[in-house]
């Protein structure tokens, strides 16, 4: 004898097309209210008197103090659900019964009043097991040994319940949060459940995946608590894609939603189940569910099934983030450059063409850092600096030069902002220029070039001086002709330490400026790669190809048809053969240097 719980059946699993219902919910019955220890107490034990049965027992053939203390347990946790009243004095009637059929003396019970109510209802017989007397131990059929045997299709207690058809039932809820719920049983109501015979129960689960149904069924008993609730087990909960995602198991299929329909269908034969009710089981950390209706939440993200909290990076790419600002349903791209605890400043123009040229010396202002991250100069027309076709100059940490006498004409009037550590916000005066330049330009679809305070990140027409004056040091210098090995360029990393910067260049012979630079961690960018599959260090995407090629481009689209193919006009690509007892392939959009003598291929290292 026990306070009641609910007990795991045996299931069986099939899947099958589900029907659709989405939306279909249910009446939750009203919410009881709590009571105390002290009330719940009171209540079965005037309930227990006023049996004559048990009252007449009690003290004599019925210990009333264990009956009382689950009594008890059952109302006071159900919140003072007075339908356990009914099924505990039950209960104490069929013990009675056992202590009758061991032959206790002090045992008496009005069996036909008692056992078999309402004479059966005329639809069956009062009957007493007499196998029951022989055993010395009670077993599961003798727990009740005197009972109404109903004709079909009559069944209950007193045989008045009409079994023909599926009994009612509303759920005690319409939504039910995995993450922070106990979902894996729900309680049902009815106007009449029959304890005595055999509720059966079919649950569906339902997830979308692909706008199409997945549906999982699962076949159990109904727990007969009263003749007005039960308990129905959902013990497959966790097959569902959506449990398996909250508890960080590994799925094979991602469903369309962080949301789950459950239908639940009962009947006292085991053949046909038409009749259903639902609930819906939500993930709350992306998700809200009220009366049988789901939103995501504003400050959440929901992709591909699973939820995200605002600013959480991918598990499987962490440049990716969820930014529900921006789309609450698939990843957000972060700024390569600039993210974490950096952010870019606002835009600023602090000089204009006139006089000598264009200078934006942010250092001598004083604003924002001494030592940015990344530095980002365009155009007022947005055109990146290196797209402009002029001749500039970049002071490492102190500012961007563009000189009136080396640019036909005249310069352009440019704008920079900066890479910087988050701070609070201050206020800061920073003079200001307006420009009343009439040249005009076509703007290009092509990224703005980003060059770190110290080196280059990607750049065009970049001087070899200004890599040196940075401390910069030449570690390869030959000429394009010349085959390169897998085992040579393996060998700079003896070279590097874990800090070290270092650059891969093109670029004439007898010149000083570099066609093409890209600077980046030496021991990351000298790390063999997959075909194809280059990795993105620093501003980058490097690859290391053993037999095929290295080198960078500015996007990850790359066509290793041994060296990179792709976009013979892309001027921010750089391609070496490796191990093919060749030289070239390409600086920028120069390709076709298998056996070129006027272009070099360079490398430099910091420190």
Known sequence: YHSIKPTQPTTTISTSTGPNDWNTTTPVPTTLKPITIEEATQICLEGFMNNTEIANNMGLCLDISMNLHFCTLDIFQNTGDMSFLELHIDLSLDMIVQNLVEKNPNCTLNVSNSLCPNGCSNNGVCLFDQTCLSNDVISVECLSPVKC??????????????????????????????????????????????????????????????????????????????????????????????????????????????????????????????????????????????????????????????????????????????????????????????????????????????????????????????????????????????????????????????????????????????????????????????????????????????????????????????????????????????????????????????????CAAGGLSDSNILNLVSCANCYRVLTKTNLNNPQFVGSAYWYLTEGESFGFSRNSSINQYYADYNDHNDTYRLSWHLDRGIGGWRVGNVIWLNSDNIYKKYIYIHP
Not at 212 to 233: C, L, M
Not at 342 to 347: A, C, I, L, M, V
Not at 387 to 395: F, K, M, P
Not at 445 to 469: E, K, Q, R
Request: charged content about 20%; hydrophobic content about 30%.
């Open 149 to 502: 045997h109903c004709n079909k299709p009559f069944g209950g207690k007193d045989c008045s319940l009409d079994l023909s058809g599926p009994p009612d039932l509303e759920l005690d809820r319409d939504c039910c949060d995995l993450r922070t719920e106990s979902c894996d049983a729900i309680k049902g109501f009815g106007s009449s459940y029959s304890t005595r015979d055999t509720i059966y129960a079919k649950i569906e689960f339902l997830e979308k995946v692909n706008n199409k149904w997945k549906t999982v069924e699962e076949y159990t008993r109904a727990t007969s608590i009263n003749e007005n609730t039960i308990w129905i087990n959902l013990k497959k909960i966790s097959e569902l894609t959506l449990y398996k995602n909250i508890h960080n198991q590994q799925i094979n299929v991602s469903t369309d939603e962080s949301l789950a329909l459950v239908k639940i269908y009962i009947n006292y034969m085991n053949t046909s189940f038409v009749e259903f009710k639902s609930f819906k089981l939500y993930d709350s950390k992306c998700r809200t569910c009220q009366n049988g209706i789901s939103n995501v939440l504003w400050n959440s993200c929901e992709i591909n099934g699973k939820c995200f909290s605002s600013n959480e990076t991918s598990p499987l790419n962490s440049n990716h983030i969820c930014n529900p600002s921006l789309n609450n349903n698939t990843w957000t791209l972060l700024d390569p450059f600039c993210f974490g605890e950096n952010e870019w400043t606002d835009w600023n123009n602090l000089d204009d063409p006139s006089g000598d040229g264009d200078l934006e010396l942010f250092s001598i202002y004083d604003i924002y850092c001494k030592n940015p991250f990344h530095v980002q100069i365009e155009t007022l027309d947005g055109i990146p600096f290196n797209e402009s076709g002029q001749l500039v100059h970049i002071a490492s940490n102190y500012g961007f030069m563009c000189l009136n006498n080396q640019n036909k004409g005249s310069c352009l009037d440019y704008k920079f902002r900066l890479c910087c550590p988050k701070k609070p916000t201050t206020t800061s005066t920073i003079p200001t220029t307006t420009t009343t330049s009439t040249t005009t330009t076509t703007t290009t679809t092509l990224s703005t070039i980003i060059f770190n305070s110290s080196y280059p990140g990607v750049a065009v027409n970049y001087s070899i001086n200004d890599l040196l004056n940075a401390g910069f040091r030449n570690v390869y210098d030959k000429f394009y002709s010349v085959p390169l090995t897998t085992l040579e360029i393996l060998g700079i990393r003896n070279s590097c330490r874990s800090d070290s910067i270092l």
